[in-house]
């Protein structure tokens, strides 16, 4: 029987996350790296600077992604593991991790696409296999149980208690 | 698919409203962006043709603060709901958490209805996750029009689960948030269930 599937980041894997984001974008020479989830939810961004709206981000280039697997479907390819996309000042380069993990990069003339692509194949080697063990857990009993499950009934009942359905 | 970051200390929850074109999917997602306090809530993010017809998806992404430590987000997405998008609406409905299905309460819209109910169905059994653990919800929209089925008609065609339903009348509000409350808690209930 098939089983719903979570992803859950332990502290452990998002201390080696954030410190191979933070080195990847400097060797490379890039502006932005996020880690991303195939169903769009951000993992983790590097730098913290909140100035890229990364919610929006996640949820397009997933959704940009999975429509480029798609077409590799269609026209009988494996799989498209990378999708580039160009412009005049910015570029954003999206690789496949693991099978639901996407990696980010954006970057813009102070670096080339060979030098961003040599150094997010090196960091795939370190992030592929820590976070496999990420993928196919069932949820983590010790913070999502019941008493997280009313105390959020009761938070969306307070936050959405003030619109009125009019 | 639920994104649990024990380190950042977040929770993130999908929910996707499905269901025929026109039926107001994306009137649910715009109302929701217009009337739930600014500070809750990101960018409404609209892939649309130039007809102002939904092309890939709509994207509200929403905060309901911390709960016992824990940053928790619902992110809303709409599928274009006309049937010859359904390679988008298969992508977009991936690692779903909930389901809206929001119903056209007309008696005209019958058959699109029926159609769109059977598509969700058929390209959530090809994910292949187990459909008990989802959160559903039926939105009966449209209920302030003349020519409408009953609630119990609709419910008979379109809710086999035997899942919550909820009157709407999405382009005015009501049953909106109703409808939003009702399917967090149930994909909130159906994450923590053993």
Redesign the interface.
């Known amino acids: 029987m098939p089983s719903r599937r979570g992803l859950v980041i332990s502290a452990e894997q998002m201390t080696l996350i954030e410190a191979v984001l933070e080195r990847l974008r400097m060797v490379s020479g890039s502006q932005f790296a996020a880690l991303v989830s195939t169903s769009g939810q951000p993992i983790a961004v590097s730098p913290q600077d909140g100035r890229t709206d990364t919610l929006s981000l996640a949820a397009l280039a997933a959704s940009s992604f999975a429509a480029t697997r798609q077409l590799a479907q269609i026209l009988s390819e494996r799989e498209f593991t990378l999708l580039f996309h160009e412009g005049k000042e910015a570029n954003l380069h999206v690789m496949q991790v693991t099978d639901q993990i996407l990696l980010l990069i954006t970057f813009g003339h102070e670096t080339q696409v060979g030098r961003v692509r040599l150094y997010t194949s090196r960091a795939l080697e370190v992030l592929k296999p820590a976070l496999e063990t990420a993928e196919n857990t069932t949820g983590d009993d010790r913070v999502v149980n019941r008493e997280y499950s009313r105390e959020v009934g009761a938070a969306i009942d307070g936050l959405f208690s003030g619109q009125g359905d009019s | ?8 200390r977040e ?2 929850y ?1 929910i996707v409203y499905y269901g025929c074109g026109l039926c107001g999917k994306t009137t649910n997602i715009q109302y929701i962006h217009r ?3 600014p500070a ?1 809530r ?2 409404l ?1 609209s892939l649309a043709t130039e007809e102002e017809r939904t092309l ?2 709509d ?1 509200l ?1 929403l905060s ?2 911390t ?2 430590g ?1 940053r ?1 987000r619902f ?1 809303l ?1 709409t599928v274009p709901g006309q049937s010859f998008y359904n ?2 609406r298969t ?2 409905l ?3 958490d909930g389901v809206v299905f929001v119903a056209d309460s007309q008696v005209s819209r019958l058959d699109e209805n029926v159609d769109s109910y059977l598509n969700l169905w058929d390209n959530l059994r090809s994910q ?3 459909l008990s ?2 959160g559903i919800v039926l939105q009966m929209n449209k209920r302030d029009l003349s020519d409408v089925f009953s609630v119990s008609d609709l419910s008979e065609l379109l809710n086999h689960t035997d899942s919550p339903v909820v009157e709407a009348c999405a382009l ?7 409808t ?2 009702t399917v ?2 149930q994909v ?2 159906k ?2 269930e053993a």
């Open positions: 698919m639920a994104l649990i970051n024990l380190a950042a929770i993130n999908k009337r739930i306090n809750a990101g960018r993010v890939y998806f994207f992404p309901v603060g709960v016992k824990l928790t992110h997405y390679a988008s992508l977009v991936q690692g779903t292949g996750e187990d653990r989802l005015s509000g009501v049953g909106v948030f109703e939003l409350k967090c808690k909130i209930a994450s923590t």
